[in-house]
């Protein structure tokens, strides 16, 4: 096995996200073009009631789902683009803003790649009572 490395980064679009095409080499050896998308790493935060046993979603409009379906929305968590260096406060804001829900308390449970075969977002994932 050959050691995997990227060859070469071309940008084809930049604005609220990057859209790259990348040149690399696999671990394998192979090389392969792809296209990535970039915009940076997100957050989610699931508000819930222990009491009821209930988790709180949002219904949101998503085009790229309006333009494969008839349907647009769908419900999701609250979350969004980490756009701060706290990724705690930017889920009590994404919360505030899409939930209108104050959340004092956030439990930290990781973080996952959210599309790893396309994407570089890592989504950093939070619990809240």
């Known amino acids: 096995m050959t050691a995997a490395a990227v060859l070469a980064v071309d940008t084809l679009h930049e604005g609220w996200g990057r859209f790259l095409l990348v040149r690399a080499r696999l671990p394998a050896g192979a090389e392969v073009v792809r296209q990535v998308e970039d915009h940076g790493d997100g957050v989610a935060v699931l508000p819930y009631d222990p009491v009821r046993r209930v988790a709180l979603l949002v219904r949101q409009f998503?085009?790229?789902?309006?333009?494969?379906?008839?349907?647009?929305?769908?419900l999701e968590v609250p979350a969004g683009r980490l756009d701060?260096?706290?990724?705690?406060?930017?889920?009590?804001?994404?919360?505030?803003?899409?939930?209108g829900l104050v959340l004092e308390s956030l439990d930290a449970v990781g973080s996952a790649w959210t599309m790893p075969g396309i994407s570089t977002e890592r989504m950093n994932l939070f619990l809240a009572e």
């Open 62 to 74: 998503r085009l790229p789902l309006f333009v494969r379906e008839e349907e647009g929305s769908l």
């Open 84 to 99: 701060e260096p706290d990724a705690a406060e930017c889920a009590r804001r994404e919360a505030l803003e899409e939930a």
